[in-house]
């Protein structure tokens, strides 16, 4: 019999983790450095973070990710990645204070890449001191120039500070200023693995063959082999790539909601934070119907409610490209 694997745990990901867990114990002792995961879009890469995240006991989180949205805007990502801290910059010196100001466009001076990045290690620094940090972002390969600069300026220089940083980035799509960091790659899951993984997810006892075509066509890839059959399943072969079905099959439960939950999935997608606060605002009141159908979908793509709006990769790219957003 299959065995399941306990609530939280990652199938297949023993490695990754340990070595997470490693980088994670180092920042705690005082030696910080920087750590990138290369693999292809639904290999586990965001699922890999957040296991991080839950299981790094004693340190902050500190989240960041790029989008192909904000890739022309200097600096974008780096914001989003010093928010949670900037309680702290009244601690820091002068210099350094006025140059993050010039940097996220509260002054019109040219930002110096280098004189920002210091300013931001020193940022990091100051709050390190009270509660070691682990900093996590997200799609790397979406980074704006500017930002991914400084990053990896930050994870370079990190040898004597309580802060760990991991990115996750998809090959091929990677930034260069990454190329000389510690990386690690997250490749597909073992046949033994694979069937794990369905068994844990599958609702039904899969027929031998169902099985074995669904791990033939999701090759290892995670994500596949838990939306598949939610996309069709057993399409003729042909030369899309694994993430490109899965997206087909978002594409069409989006498409299938009503006009006012795809609104509602637009606008949070548009929202990184997962801070339903900041949607409040701009969301009007649903029927409850469309709440049904919301708290539906999210039971099926395995979102969280805590109660933010957070799903896989594709969700938010799909909605954001839907031909129908609703009005």
Request: proline fraction near 7%.
């Amino acid at each position: 019999m299959t065995s399941v694997r306990p609530p939280g745990q990652l199938t297949g990901r023993q490695g990754e983790i340990a070595r997470l867990t490693e980088v994670a114990a180092d920042a705690r002792a005082g030696r910080g450095g920087g750590l990138v995961l290369r693999g292809e879009a639904g290999m586990g890469k965001s699922a890999l973070l957040d296991h991080t995240r839950r299981t790094a006991a004693g340190m902050r989180a500190v989240r960041a990710s790029g989008s192909q949205y904000e890739k022309e805007l200097p600096f974008a990502a780096l914001h989003q990645f010093c928010l949670p801290i900037l309680s702290y910059l009244a601690y820091l010196p002068l210099q350094h204070r006025e140059v993050l100001r010039n940097a996220f466009g509260l002054v019109t001076d040219v930002p110096d890449v280098f004189r920002v990045g210091v300013a931001v290690l020193e940022l990091l620094s100051r709050a390190a001191h009270e509660q070691a940090l682990l900093c996590l972002i997200d799609d790397a390969h979406w980074l704006d120039t500017a930002s991914a600069k400084v990053l990896a300026f930050l994870a370079r220089r990190l040898a004597c500070e309580p802060v760990a940083m991991v990115f996750a980035v998809r090959p091929g799509h990677a930034r260069r200023e990454l190329d000389e960091l510690p990386g690690l790659s997250v490749g597909g899951l073992s046949d033994a693995d694979a069937r794990t993984l369905l068994a844990a997810r599958s609702h039904a006892t899969l027929d031998d063959r169902v099985r074995q075509r669904l791990m033939a066509e999701a090759r290892g890839n995670p994500l596949a082999l838990l939306e598949l059959p939610a996309a069709g399943g057993f399409a003729p072969p042909d030369t899309s790539s694994v993430p490109t079905w899965i997206d087909r099959g978002y594409q069409a439960r989006l498409d299938g909601l009503p006009a006012g939950a795809r609104l509602l999935l637009t606008v949070a997608s548009t929202d990184p934070t997962g801070d339903p606060g900041l949607r409040q605002p701009k969301l009007p009141r649903y029927s409850p119907e469309v709440i049904l159908v919301i708290s539906r979908l999210a039971d099926l793509l395995g979102w969280s409610v805590d109660p933010k709006v957070t799903g896989p990769y594709s969700l938010g790219k799909c909605s954001q490209k839907s031909p129908r957003p609703a009005m």
